[in-house]
C-alpha cells in the first residue's frame, strides 16, 4: 500500500464511535483489556479488529514526510474526570489541517504509563489530542513525556486536577495553551488505527509525535495518582503501513 492509498483509507474510513457506557469496562480483572471484546457486542473491535491501537513506532515500515498544520488558541480551563482519565474538552475553532482536511479539536485527555512505545521503550505519560472533521473522520495526536523539566503548560491542569470522577468544570481565571504540551518539531509517525478504548472502533489517523516533551517527576506522579494504571497493552501491527519520518 502507498502513502497515497494510507492517506484514500482516511478519508473513506466510516466514523468510528466514542467510547460507549454501555457496558462497565476497566484497566484491570474482569472488566480489563484482555476482556473487552467480550464485555459487549458493541466492543466486538477490541478483539477481532485488524487495525488496533497503540502499537510500538519501531514497526514503522516507510518512510515519508507527513505534514500536520497546528492552529491552536487559548481556552479557559475545562476539565473532567470520566473515571478512566483526566481529559480537556475544547470549543474554541482550535484545529489541525492533515492532507488538505481541516480537524476540529474535540479534547485532550492523558495515560500513564503511555499506550504507545517506541522500539520497545515505555513512557511514564502520553497525551492524546482527539480532532474531527465535518465528515466524522477522526485524527488524534499522540504525544510522549519523559521525565526531565517541568511543564509549564500542565501547571494550570494540576492546579486543578479532579482525582476523582467529575463532571466538567470550567475554570474562567484559568487558561490552558495546548500547543506548550507540543514538540516544537512536529515530526510524526502516522499510521492508520483504533480509538484505545471500548469500543476501539477503527478508522483513526494517528499521529505520534516523534520527539518527546517533558514533565517533572512530581507532575508525572500527580497525573498517575489521579489516573491509576489507564494504558490499554499494545496491539499487533497486522502489516498495517506505518509512516515515520525520513
Not at 478512566?84 to 488538505?100: C, E, K, P, R, Y
Not at 480532532?131 to 517541568?150: M, N, R, T, W, Y
Not at 483504533?194 to 514533565?215: F, I, K, R
Request: net charge negative; with cysteine.
Amino acid at each position: 500500500m502507498t502513502y497515497r492509498a494510507l492517506l484514500l483509507c482516511a478519508l473513506l474510513a466510516a466514523t468510528p464511535a466514542f467510547a460507549s457506557e454501555s457496558a462497565h469496562w476497566s484497566y484491570g480483572g474482569e472488566g480489563g483489556p484482555d476482556h473487552w471484546g467480550d464485555l459487549d457486542p458493541a466492543f466486538a473491535a477490541c478483539k477481532d479488529g485488524r487495525m488496533q491501537s497503540p502499537i510500538d513506532l519501531g514497526a514503522a515500515n516507510e518512510r515519508a514526510t507527513v505534514q500536520v498544520q497546528v492552529s491552536y488558541k487559548p481556552v479557559p480551563l475545562t476539565v473532567l474526570h470520566n473515571g478512566h482519565t483526566v481529559q480537556f474538552n475544547v470549543d474554541n475553532g482550535s484545529a489541525i489541517t492533515l492532507a488538505g482536511i481541516s480537524y476540529k479539536l474535540l479534547q485532550v485527555h492523558f495515560h500513564t504509563p503511555s499506550e504507545h512505545k517506541d522500539h520497545g521503550v515505555s513512557y511514564p505519560l502520553e497525551a492524546h489530542f482527539v480532532h474531527k472533521s465535518d465528515q466524522g473522520a477522526l485524527a488524534v495526536i499522540g504525544v510522549l513525556f519523559k521525565p526531565g523539566a517541568p511543564s509549564k503548560a500542565l501547571e494550570p491542569l494540576l492546579a486543578h486536577l479532579p482525582t476523582t470522577q467529575t463532571p466538567p468544570v470550567t475554570y474562567d481565571k484559568a487558561s490552558m495553551h495546548f500547543e506548550g504540551l507540543l514538540p516544537a518539531k512536529r515530526q510524526l509517525v502516522r499510521y492508520m488505527g483504533s480509538l484505545t478504548t471500548p469500543p476501539c472502533s477503527e478508522g483513526v489517523n494517528w499521529m505520534v509525535m516523534q520527539d518527546t516533551m517533558t514533565a517533572s517527576q512530581a507532575q508525572i506522579d500527580q497525573l498517575a495518582k489521579a489516573m491509576g494504571d489507564n494504558a490499554r497493552p499494545l496491539q499487533a501491527p497486522d502489516h498495517r503501513l506505518i509512516v515515520a519520518p525520513k
